[in-house]
């Protein structure tokens, strides 16, 4: 099993890099110019914002860095979660991979711990270093709430990955599903954005964005037990719906 692990990190090698040290990059600029940016507030004298939440390094981070870590990791997950069978058909490495000594199911586990390994790796790295540099700058006042932010990222990733694994074992194309996977995390960002207009509100429903009120995460609410169970249920069920099928499809 460990070879196979391997194997599928292998062949993930070089956009798990690339992700890493884009996304961690994109957490850093914002989190070091997030005094620059509370500062020139106090020197404006605007102590009355128009989201106070805006008003602490916790509300900043919940803010675009947030978007932009869910996401540009939401693609990279979802790419590889859709792409865990369908690039073995694709590649025709699938007659060679489901012909050793392993079962279907084994090597589906594998190749989602290797994925979900891979996300939470650069989610934790990526929290490391705003917390390390909130905290350098002393501009960070909860700790547990820039986690809590975070965290609520991974979710909703890890509930991306979920879709991407309900749909990896009907696809053929892997260009094709790489382009699908891409197109749905969009998707559900323009529902998300959408979603703000009063008469587009029921948006919100159908949207993974709109899982965790995080602005709300970054006052130190915590994270909705609901929310959690909501996005680790889309992971599971989706996991689940993408393995039943492989073992029943006919490769």
Known sequence: MSKLFELEWRQNKRSFWIALCV???????????????????????????????????????AGQPFMFFVLLLGCFAMNWSIGSIVKERDRHTAEFLFATPHSRTNIYLVKCAAHVVKVVIIASVSTGIVLLIGK?????????A????????????????????????????????????????????LLYMLSDLTALEWLRAVSLFNLFDVHAISQ??????????????????GSCVGWRRLVHRDL
């Open 136 to 144: 350098s700058l002393g501009v960070m006042n909860d700790v547990a």
């Open 220 to 237: 130190g609410t915590g994270l909705a037990w609901s929310s959690v169970i909501g996005a680790l249920a889309v992971f599971l069920i």
């Open 146 to 189: 820039v986690s809590g932010v975070m965290a609520a990222g991974l979710l909703i990733i890890l509930g991306f990955m979920g879709i991407g694994y309900a749909l990896t074992s009907w696809l053929t194309s892997e260009r094709s599903a790489l382009s699908l996977g891409i197109g749905i995390v969009f998707l559900m960002f």
């Open 23 to 61: 996304i961690a990059a994109l957490q850093a600029i914002p989190a070091a110019a997030s005094k620059a940016y509370l500062d020139s507030k106090i020197d404006s004298g605007s102590d009355q914002m128009d989201s106070t939440a805006l008003s602490t390094f916790e509300g900043w981070m």
